[in-house]
């Protein structure tokens, strides 16, 4: 079976094995680890990951609102208030 080099990452053909460079192992696997946060955050009731469930008061400039409100887990009849205590600042580097 014969590869594209679009899969290899090598610039060829090969012959029954995919090869793939250092650096696009790196990529790949970083890339992996994204799409999981990212599903982890999409699906709650499977991952057990927190997740923002509302929002409350004026926002600012910025578009942020005054209280956010954190579900702990998927399923809970409860959540956390978190209330912002200081306007948008950026690093002071």
Known sequence: MKWPSTMTGTGGYLSGELRVTKEENVRLRFENERLKEILRKVFPEKSGQYFLCGEGG?????????????????????????KKDKEYSEPMW
Request: charged letters at 20%; one cysteine or more.
């Open 58 to 82: 004026d926002k600012d400039d910025m578009g942020l609102p005054k209280l956010l409100f954190v579900c702990p887990a998927y399923g809970l009849q409860g959540f956390a208030l978190y």
